[in-house]
């Protein structure tokens, strides 16, 4: 990867002062961990929308099933934040990965001695999904901890690279598995990647760094709930500006993301009248382009305009893309934008990541991932009700024409706000962020 190694991004490696006494062995354990947790639910996700439509024949169903995901998801954020700020994280790690196993386990194991259950299938989803959430809050916590703060943007871009690609080797996985072995055994596959993560993350995390790595450093405060610390952490984030109004265009930007890029597989049969393959090529090139530009931000250095670059890039430039597939119903020009589709959202989502971790506390990181969270879960299932009532008026292309057209219009709102646009995302010295721990 042009020059990364795991020296580049371990603390204090080749120095003689390294923070942890394993090394690399964290970080090895972060990436397999991430890696094997993206494969097994990218593989899940897969196996079980086929498991639910082929059972029942019902989009309802396959509706319903997503529908606790999200749900499920978005109700286990706060805690899930609040757990990684009390808790020892790396901990926290393996529990999400044990809670993924036990679900997928127990589904599977039903599904081949008592068939098809919808009760069972959502209740396994719903865990899942709330192991996920906490892996997210953990696993984006303890990154800043194992990697020196100017590597932070090449760890967060070879980590989302290798997800990305572990992911699309998933879902292209997952079918042969259904082919080849039966549903419920790949089921119990996705089931033996999550038990595997954990012992990855037990093994390589844990013993390194579980001691040294927790959201109160072992001091925590008396008489304090979860209710408070949760709203501590909306105190804290109101009270940083430039952050807060980040935070709430991703709520904006990500509903209009999700209003049209989900119905990609409407666009390219109703509007570029084409068949699989290149419905196939318009997302392999957006995960491609997803990759390039999660990594760029390693080389160039771009956390002082943190929120411009968040605005312009993510906001304004996917906005414009999203117009121009509305405009320019073509497979080359679909090709294209894809692939610049992925490069803005990879670029301006690892500058974001990285911001908030230099920027937030230690202690708080847990609960501001999870208010980050519960906003963006809160506006996907509208933003796909959305999406199926304009494409169903209006048409695909018309609806991905007015979608561009609004999120470039509210990228220009957000990026006329002052504290937003002057959102420097490096690291702040350490005095400044013990005041804002206090």
């Known amino acids: 990867m042009d020059g990364i190694s795991m020296n580049d991004l371990v603390p204090g490696a080749g120095d003689g002062k390294e923070s942890f006494p394993s090394g690399k062995k964290p970080l090895y354990g972060f990436f397999g961990s991430s890696s094997l947790s993206r494969l097994g639910y990218n593989t899940a996700a897969v196996c079980v929308a086929w498991y639910v439509f082929s059972s029942t024949h019902s989009a ?3 509706g319903i099933v997503a529908l606790v995901e999200s749900l499920a998801a978005t109700a286990g954020a706060l805690p899930a934040g609040a757990l990684v700020d009390r808790l020892n994280r790396a901990f926290l790690v393996v529990v999400s990965m044990v809670l993924g196993a036990v679900s997928l386990g127990i589904l599977a194991w039903f599904s081949v001695f008592y068939g098809f259950n919808l ?8 865990v899942w999904s709330i192991g996920l959430e906490l892996f997210r809050s953990a696993s984006s916590s303890i990154l800043p901890d194992i990697v020196e703060p100017n ?15 572990v992911g699309s080797i998933a879902n292209a996985m997952a079918g042969g598995l259904i082919i080849a072995v039966g549903v419920a055994a790949a089921v119990a596959g996705s089931a033996a990647v999550f038990a595997v993560s954990a012992v990855t993350a037990a093994f390589l995390i844990f013993p390194s760094v579980g001691g040294k790595i927790s959201g109160r450093e072992g001091q925590q405060r008396p008489g304090r709930n979860m209710g408070m610390e949760l709203k501590e952490g909306l105190h804290w984030l109101l009270s940083e500006r430039g952050l807060w109004e980040l935070t709430i265009s991703a709520t904006f930007f990500n509903f209009f993301f999700s209003l049209s890029f989900s119905y990609m597989v409407i666009y390219v049969a109703a509007s570029l009248h084409a068949d699989s393959l290149v419905y196939g090529t318009v997302l392999a090139v957006y995960a491609v382009g997803d990759v390039a530009g999660s990594l760029l931000p390693g080389y160039i250095h771009p956390l002082a305009h943190a929120g411009k670059i968040w605005v312009f890039m993510y906001g304004l430039a996917v906005g414009l893309s999203l117009l121009l597939m509305g405009a320019l119903p073509y497979v080359p020009e679909a090709i294209i934008l894809g692939l610049s589709i992925g490069i803005f959202a990879g670029f301006s989502g690892n500058v974001w990541l990285t911001s908030a971790q230099n920027l937030v506390p230690s202690g708080m990181r847990g609960r501001y991932f999870a208010i980050d969270g519960v906003l963006s879960f809160i506006g996907g299932p509208p933003a796909i009700a959305t999406g199926a009532v304009l494409i169903s008026v209006i048409g695909v292309s018309s609806t991905f024409l007015l979608t561009g057209i609004l999120m470039a219009t509210s990228a220009m709102i957000f990026g006329s706000m002052k504290g937003l646009r002057g959102l420097d995302g490096r690291p702040r010295d350490s005095k400044t962020a013990m005041k804002l721990q206090e």
């Open 119 to 126: 009760y069972v299938l959502m209740a396994a989803a719903a």
């Open 60 to 62: 309802i169903a396959v």
């Open 151 to 165: 590597a932070l943007p090449r760890a967060n871009g070879m980590n989302r690279a290798i997800s990305s690609t």
